[in-house]
């Protein structure tokens, strides 16, 4: 069964701290993992994309890594902001249909506290 | 910012009521899709479209239609609301070839029904 899980489920840091933020799977035949950012009561917004020959991926503070042996992905925060207390979703494509099938994790909550 | 755009943001509704929720995009994207999403939950595709005429259902099974007269319009209705189907509901879009794998989302519809 094609699945995505994370882990923690929430996480509270401070101001100016670093984080990590870890998404197993088993999703295949695998295309590509995606991370991103739900702001509360918002619509997702992508943060990285990687394919299969990709480990490692940064926008900005965000760095985004993927073995795709072991399955894992993780995405590290850099100095985190106020602004980045968000819901964040890692989310799996499979190669085997021309939609493109999506499989989303639950979501990590960080609340990042002044 | 992606120019997708979803309304209404909230609605309020009692139990039996038609409604529609719409979901317009003008990127020119030929896939369209339809989300519902609980809270601390994941997506779940409830509904998408390959194109004008094209409508499929998703993983869940929803009570909702959907239709795809226009390539930017994708709205989705409900002919009788029931306190189940109180959801927040996000449209996504995205365009065929190289980057078939980005979907862009809107900010959702949270719908209550009383």
């Known amino acids: ?114 | 910012e992606a120019d997708i755009y979803q309304t209404p943001r909230y609605l309020v509704i009692g139990t039996g009521k038609k409604i529609t929720l719409e979901c317009s995009q003008t990127m020119g994207h030929d896939k369209m899709y339809w989300y519902q999403q609980d809270p601390g939950m994941e997506l779940h595709l409830i509904h998408y479209s390959y194109g004008v005429n094209s409508t499929e259902k998703g993983d869940l099974s929803s009570e909702s239609t959907v239709s795809r007269i226009r390539t930017e319009h994708f709205p989705l209705t409900l002919e009788s609301a029931r306190p189940s189907h109180t959801s927040q509901y996000l449209c996504a879009s995205s365009t065929t070839g190289e980057l078939s794998y980005e979907q862009y989302f809107g900010p959702g519809t949270r719908l209550t029904v009383t």
């Open chain 1, 1 to 114: 069964k094609n699945q995505v899980e994370q882990s923690p489920q929430s996480l509270i840091i401070l101001e100016g701290k670093n984080c990590t933020l870890q998404c197993n799977y088993t999703v295949s035949p695998f295309s590509n993992l995606r991370w991103y950012k739900q702001d509360t009561g918002r619509g997702p917004v992508s943060l990285t994309i990687m394919t299969f020959s990709e480990n490692t991926k940064s926008n900005g503070r965000y760095t985004a890594t993927l073995d795709a042996d072991t399955k894992q992905s993780s995405l590290h925060i850099t100095a985190s902001q106020l602004s980045d207390s968000a819901s964040y979703i890692c989310v799996v494509s499979d190669r085997g249909s021309t939609l493109g099938r999506l499989y989303f994790g639950r979501g990590t909550q960080l609340t990042v506290w002044p």
